[in-house]
């Protein structure tokens, strides 16, 4: 190697945040640069058990004082060193490659592409043969960076999307980097790793949100294939396996890879459906031969993917060979020896469907959650997934991980790639299909703005969401009207704990679990909550009791349970039941099938008050006869929140009017004030009715009528009526006491009832909801 001097100091290794990934770059101590006579961008070889080379930076500002140099993980592979390993580093010089021979990293891959895009896109970067290097695109980097960094790392993009390349050969031999007389070859296909090459696949910089179960990962797996001394020291046995669950897309597989590549053991991949055979013990024997493999391969890990589907419960499955083939993995994982190295690393997104005799120290000694990612989370995948993606300048990042809620590691991928066939698109006329290769002008001009992640975001859905009705609500507070109140006490209870939690937490308050929205039909009880769930930026599973009810016993119960669980994984959920009082009614008051509905209200109580708590999700529910609701349900903790949502007074029916008739060509004469205090009693339902039928009054005058005037209005108050009845209004205002009331009553030893809420109707009154 070509080094200025023989001066070289040992420090350790720690990772690079996967924003700065695969650039080449190296944060160092700024007393190590001062003892090495480094400037910012002087090139630097980092020896461990190979030689590679970076452009080293200054630190960032936390780590002041740590005698550390942050590499990310290509870095990593390519001096054959993990995270908390030691590396020799110093000064070199860096000449310019005459040729330079670039390969895929995967077998399966096959790459046709501009040599001169790759080279415009590696120019400046220095790194040596062997080594494995990425692409990246036009990205905003740290403003902390020098402006010749800057311009450096602002490299033409050579693909929509990173592209791992090894280098093959270069030449002169040694630190290189590729000027405007470097000839670059691309070959299509992947070339046999040489002996001793570390994989670069995947590493730790590919995986984002899941920084606390690295960790996790790293001690149970990493250190005792790397440090099986650390173990024999203590003299404790190291673990023989973790099993990862949680949703499907949040990584699991990708996770495993990637601790098998940094911990630099052999990986043994085993597809449940694949090692089961139709001969009687071929599939124990294809069991046997794989950890046999690895046994002889060690430090290795044996990672088994979907492990509920080759070792269910022995109980709840029929066939032998399942049995047999559970009981051949018990045994196999007790076989290990201690000292083996060896570690098994199984994932499911459904762990209660595994044999629990396999979820126990000494088989799988740890369980890890891996779950769906939070913001922060959600902006280091988006930044993982655009770091070889020409972003242009209005698309900002932390806004589309504050939208993306809900989305795991595979929906913001597929997010990502969506953006990029939307620019892809808008390039298509400019493109001759019948040519080989697409002009070098056009492809640097190509770039993904804001506009390409928002149809991107109309065809991607959360896929943890797909099980369950979910809506993206297209209703905003703007759109509601004569329900002031009512929206107040929403925002004040769902809006800000799931904007401001931190609020919350420093007055020491617990936020809302519920809300019930009562009061005559076709007053907007729906739309509030629709208009909360959009407001608050949450996802909104609207359900019904329909959905929910089922006629095989047990169902009904399930249904809801699963509904609550899938709601806590996609948090902030705003949870919206329609009808409530059909699907909780009042436990011993004969009404229904009883023993259907008191198992569905004991099981939603549970999921309100029981031991898991509620996180981030908010249960809404609608109903306009409420005094048939169980009253255990409308208690604080349960439903905090009674919110009567009455008929509007005249200001409200003005506003609801000119939301209705804002699309509609009105004639000057249309006085909406007029019609507003002539509606009394009409509810949101009922107005709409009324602009609907003025707009049918002046399409009878002629197909070709082109406005609505007020002739047409009153013709349309002839034909229709206020739905909502004085009497009504009267029981309601006997409700809204009642439920105001403190006062819970045992009657007749069969639960608990409020004053007068099952008492009969008087002959010849309404009831609520039957106008």
């Not at 020098?146 to 450096?152: A, E, S, V």
């Not at 790397?226 to 396996?241: A, I, M, S, T, Y």
């Not at 198992?599 to 549970?606: D, F, H, K, P």
Request: a negative charge; charged letters at 30%.
């Amino acid at each position: 190697m070509a080094t200025v001097d023989t001066m070289t100091r040992r420090v350790q290794v720690a990772n690079l945040p996967p924003a700065d990934s695969g650039r080449g770059i190296a944060r160092l101590p700024t007393k190590l640069m001062q003892e090495l006579g480094l400037n910012e961008g002087d090139v630097i070889e980092i020896i461990g058990k190979r030689s590679t080379a970076a452009r080293a930076l200054r630190p960032f500002g936390e780590d002041q004082g740590l005698d550390i140099i942050r590499l990310d993980g290509l870095q990593r592979a390519n001096a054959g060193v993990g995270s908390a390993d030691f590396v020799e580093v110093q000064k070199a010089i860096s000449k310019p490659a005459t040729k330079v021979v670039f390969a895929p990293t995967q077998n399966n891959v096959r790459l046709q592409g501009s040599a001169d895009a790759l080279k415009r896109s590696f120019e400046g970067r220095p790194f040596c043969e062997g080594d494995t290097v990425a692409t990246t695109g036009h990205q905003r980097v740290n403003a902390d960076m020098p402006d010749h960094i800057r311009q450096l790392l602002n490299a033409p993009a050579f693909a929509l999307q990173e592209v791992r390349l090894s280098v093959v050969s270069t030449v002169p031999r040694g630190i290189v980097h590729i000027d405007e007389n470097t000839q670059v070859e691309l070959l299509p296909e992947f070339t046999e790793r040489r002996e001793g090459e570390r994989r670069a696949d995947v590493t730790y910089d590919d995986l984002g949100g899941m920084t606390d179960t690295i960790d996790a990962l790293r001690e149970m797996v990493e250190l005792p294939l790397r440090h099986p001394e650390l173990f024999q020291r203590l003299g404790v046995d190291p673990p023989k396996g973790v099993l990862l669950h949680g949703p499907p897309g949040t990584g699991k597989t990708r996770l495993a890879k990637a601790v098998a590549n940094e911990s630099d053991a052999q990986f043994f991949h085993i597809a449940g459906p694949e090692i089961m055979g139709s001969a009687y013990g071929e599939s124990e024997k294809r069991l046997r031969e794989i950890f046999d493999e690895a046994a002889k391969a060690a430090p290795s890990i044996i990672f088994i993917d979907e492990i509920d589907s080759i070792a269910p419960k022995r109980g709840q499955v029929t066939g032998e060979a399942e049995k047999r083939l559970v009981a051949q993995l018990l045994t196999l994982m007790d076989g290990l020896e201690p000292r083996q190295n060896l570690v098994v690393i199984a994932a499911t997104n459904r762990p209660e469907a595994i044999d629990e005799a396999l979820r126990r120290p000494g088989r799988f000694d740890r369980e890890i959650v891996i779950g769906v990612p939070d913001e922060r989370g959600r902006r280091e995948i988006l930044g993982i997934h655009t770091r070889g993606m020409p972003l242009a300048d209005g698309v900002d990042l932390d806004e589309l991980a504050r939208r993306t809620y809900g989305f795991v590691g595979a929906d913001l991928a597929a997010l990502t790639r969506e953006a990029a066939l939307e620019a892809v698109r808008r390039i298509m006329p400019k493109i001759n299909l019948a040519e080989e290769s697409i002009p070098a002008e056009v492809l640097d001009a190509l770039s993904v703005d804001g506009s390409d992640f928002d149809n991107a975001l109309k065809r991607v859905q959360p896929s943890a969401m797909r099980e369950v009705m979910v809506q993206m609500p297209n209703i905003g507070w703007e759109d509601i009207g004569g329900l002031d109140e009512a929206r107040d006490k929403l925002r004040e209870g769902v809006e800000l704990p799931l904007k401001h939690p931190e609020a919350f937490r420093r007055l020491g308050i617990r936020p809302a679990k519920g809300f019930l929205l009562y009061g005559p039909p076709g007053t907007g009880k729906t739309l509030l909550a629709k208009a909360t769930a959009r407001e608050s930026e949450a996802n909104f599973i609207a359900t019904k009791s329909s959905d929910l009810l089922s006629k095989w016993y047990g169902e009904s119960e399930q249904q809801i349970a699963r509904l609550f669980a899938r709601a806590r994984q996609v948090a902030p959920t705003v949870i919206f039941i329609d009808e409530l009082d059909s699907l909780v009614p009042a436990r011993g008051g004969g009404m229904g099938e009883p023993q259907v509905t008191e198992r569905v209200v004991n099981t939603i109580l549970a999921e309100m008050d029981g031991l898991e708590e509620l996180n981030n999700v908010v249960l809404i529910g609608a109903t306009n006869r409420p005094n048939l609701i169980d009253p255990a349900l409308l208690r604080p903790g349960r439903f905090d929140e009674l919110i009567y949502v009455g008929t509007p007074d005249t200001a409200g029916r003005r506003r609801i009017l000119a939301i209705h008739t804002s699309t509609m060509p009105l004639t000057k004469d249309v006085d909406l004030e007029s019609l507003a205090r002539r509606t009394e009693r009409f509810t949101g339902a009922d107005l709409e009715d009324l602009v609907r039928r003025a707009g049918l009054t002046a399409l009878r005058r002629g197909l070709d009528s082109g406005e609505v005037t007020m002739a047409d209005f009153e013709a349309a108050l002839s034909e229709t009526r206020a739905s909502v009845t004085e009497e009504m209004l009267a029981d309601y205002a006997k409700i809204q006491e009642t439920l105001k009331s403190d006062a819970v009553k045992p009657v007749g030893g069969i639960g608990f009832v409020l004053p007068g809420m099952l008492t009969p109707k008087v002959s010849g009154k309404s009831e609520p909801g039957k106008g």
